[in-house]
Structure formats: structure tokens, C-alpha cells
């Protein structure tokens, strides 16, 4: 017990540590060839290590991509606008172009934090394309790996959610980089203190109304159960290992299937090809074409397995079962499997009634 009181006490303290530029390199090594890198600083802790450690990362290697720092100020906090200017005099002191970016209009009641989110991404992209850059850089941290599989096992997420943040995405035809994914938040810190770097302190990250924030609250009491922000992060890592091979598995049915894999398309299996699927690659195959060829978007987890559940049943496949989900109409017989765009929905109000009914009374 006193061994591994002592094991954790190492661990913690290691963990503690300032990051090292040989460990920046290595942190930055995806990016090194790029032409220009957009990075994503708010002002906080992590966003202001990215741009102090990317620029001494660059100011050493003598060598490398533009950096171009940008601030998002949204608009929410009369503090914004003073942060903004405290990166601005940091990246200039760093030698690093700013900019900031301001969300402007009226803000939405409802629904606030994902609408910033999506212009958040939206004024980096533009950014990105206009500063030549192939990359934004943010500065996700371990510990936000963790709170975000927790977030989203909270959520009932499957597995492609519990495998949490990528390191690299796809984002509107650039890349969007995580280096600080596996670097826990406190190194960054330490990073800070040490170069002497102020940074801003956002109130909404102590602010409990919010579930990131309450989830954040409970970390230290899960890490004494040893459900540390590691063991999170490596259970996230195992998921997206499961992912891949799950994705290879639903190429390979998809390639069973014939037709058109594009909105307005039809696609057709046979039923035996499709029953002898595992459930959760017939599962995926059908949430990709009724995402592909429905028009309302991504289909829900939830409504996708009773979908699935539904043509399971004896009584579904007599004769023949069909149903409608996301805008695609699903049509199991007992030799094929069809998904193809739904009808459109006739609407009672307008669809004017059929001239040999217009004279008939009402009952």
C-alpha cells in the first residue's frame, strides 16, 4: 500500500513538470512541414503554453511553418476584449502575427456554448485560409480528454463518442491538431510559471451551471478510485483502435451492397448478406446510408438501434417491413435490403384535395 501511495506521489509530481523543448518538438513534430499553422489562444492557461511553446519550438528549430496566433472574441465578457490585447503584446513579444476576431450579431438564448463553438471554428478556418495556413492548433489538453469521455458516458454515447478527441480531424478542408492531447494540464502550468507567462482566468470554467465544469469537480475524488485523467484518455485510445477495425468491417459490407453511394441514390443488399452482418456493423452500415441518402442529417444513436431492433423482430420481416428515419425510407423484404431517399412529407394544410372530393360534406 505504501509503495503505491509512493507510485502515485512520483506520478503526480512527475506530472507536475515544465514541458522541455525536446519535448515540444516532439509534441510539434506533425506540423513541422506545414507552410503556416493558425493557433487557437483565448488567453487561458493551456491556449497561451500553445503559443509561448510553438514559438519557442519554431524560434529553435531556425526553420518551420508561420505561426499566426488568432483570438476568438465572442462577444459574451467585457474582459474579452482586454485578454485579446494581452496575447496580442505576448505574440509580439514572441515575434508571432495576431489577430483577433470578433463574433459579432446577436447571440442565440438557447443553445449558446454549441453556436460558439461552430463560429469559433468557423472564424479559425477563415483565418487559416487566409494566412495560407494548413493547420489550427489548439491546445486540448489530457484533462480534457477525460472530461469529455466522461461527458459523453454520461450521455450514453457508443463507441466512436467514448473514443473522445482525435489527435488530427478533417476541418473544412484543413487540419485541426490537438499536440497537447496526451500533456496534462497541470505541465502546462508548471510551463507557465516558470517563464514567468501570465495568462487570463475564464469565470465560466468554474462556473457549475455547466456539466464540463461539474465533471471537472469530480475528477479528483474518480483519480483516488484510480479513474485518473490516464485512465480515461487510454480507454479513449483503445475505442479509437476498436473504431478503425469497425470502419474496415462497414467498408467491407457497404462493398456487398449495390447502387449509388450519394444523396439521391439508392442502395440494396441482399437480406442474407445483411442478417448475417454482427449487429453492430449492420448498425453503422445502415447509419451511413441513411446519413448519405436521407435528408435530415446524421441520425441518432438511439433511434438507429430501434430501427435495427424493430427489423429484428418475427413479425417485422413478414412480407415485408419499411420505415422512415432521417428523411430515408428503409424497406426490408425477405430478399433484399433497400435505403433510398424518403417521400417528401404531403402537408394536410396546403396539398390542395382531389377535384371529385371537393363537393362532399363533411361527416
Known amino acids: 500500500m505504501v509503495h503505491e501511495l509512493r507510485k502515485r506521489g512520483a506520478s503526480r509530481a512527475k506530472s507536475a513538470e515544465p514541458l522541455s523543448l525536446a519535448e515540444a518538438g516532439r509534441v510539434f513534430s506533425d506540423i513541422g512541414a506545414a507552410p503556416a499553422v493558425v493557433l487557437a489562444v483565448s488567453g487561458g492557461p493551456d491556449s497561451t503554453a500553445l503559443l509561448y511553446l510553438a514559438a519557442r519550438w519554431r524560434e529553435r528549430r531556425k526553420a518551420g511553418p508561420k505561426l499566426v496566433a488568432v483570438t476568438i472574441d465572442h462577444g459574451l465578457r467585457k474582459e474579452a476584449a482586454a485578454e485579446a490585447r494581452q496575447v496580442a503584446r505576448l505574440a509580439r513579444q514572441l515575434g508571432v502575427p495576431h489577430r483577433t476576431l470578433r463574433w459579432a450579431g446577436a447571440k442565440p438564448k438557447t443553445g449558446l456554448q454549441e453556436k460558439a463553438r461552430a463560429v469559433r471554428y ?103 478510485e484510480g479513474l485518473d485523467a490516464k485512465r480515461l484518455a487510454l480507454l479513449a485510445r483503445r475505442l479509437r483502435r476498436a473504431e478503425a477495425a469497425l470502419e474496415v468491417a462497414v467498408n467491407a459490407a457497404a462493398g456487398l451492397a449495390s447502387g449509388a453511394w450519394a444523396e439521391g441514390g439508392r442502395v440494396e443488399m441482399d437480406a442474407r448478406h445483411f442478417a448475417g452482418l454482427p449487429a453492430e456493423v449492420a448498425l453503422r452500415f445502415l447509419g451511413r446510408a441513411v446519413t448519405i441518402l436521407g435528408h435530415e442529417g446524421p441520425v441518432e444513436l438511439a433511434k438507429l438501434e430501434a430501427l435495427l431492433a424493430s427489423m429484428g423482430e418475427k413479425s417485422a420481416v413478414r412480407g415485408r417491413f419499411r ?41
Open 122 to 224: 468557423a472564424l479559425l478556418t477563415q483565418a487559416a485560409h487566409k494566412a495560407g495556413a494548413t493547420h489550427v492548433l489548439t491546445a486540448h489538453t489530457l484533462d480534457d480528454q477525460a472530461e469529455t469521455v466522461l461527458m459523453r458516458l454520461l450521455r450514453g454515447s457508443g463507441p466512436g463518442g467514448l473514443a473522445g478527441m482525435a489527435r488530427a480531424t478533417p476541418l473544412n478542408g484543413l487540419t485541426l491538431a490537438r499536440p497537447f492531447l496526451e500533456i496534462p494540464k497541470a505541465r502546462l502550468l508548471a510551463t507557465l510559471r516558470k517563464a514567468k507567462i501570465a495568462f487570463a482566468s475564464d469565470p465560466s470554467n468554474r462556473d457549475p451551471r455547466f456539466t464540463r465544469v461539474r465533471m471537472r469537480s469530480l475528477a479528483p475524488a474518480l483519480a483516488e
Open 323 to 363: 420505415r422512415t428515419l432521417a428523411g430515408a425510407m428503409v424497406t426490408l423484404t425477405a430478399e433484399r435490403l433497400t435505403v433510398e431517399p424518403a417521400p417528401a412529407r404531403r402537408n394536410a394544410l396546403t396539398t390542395p384535395r382531389p377535384a371529385g372530393n371537393r363537393g362532399a360534406k363533411r361527416r
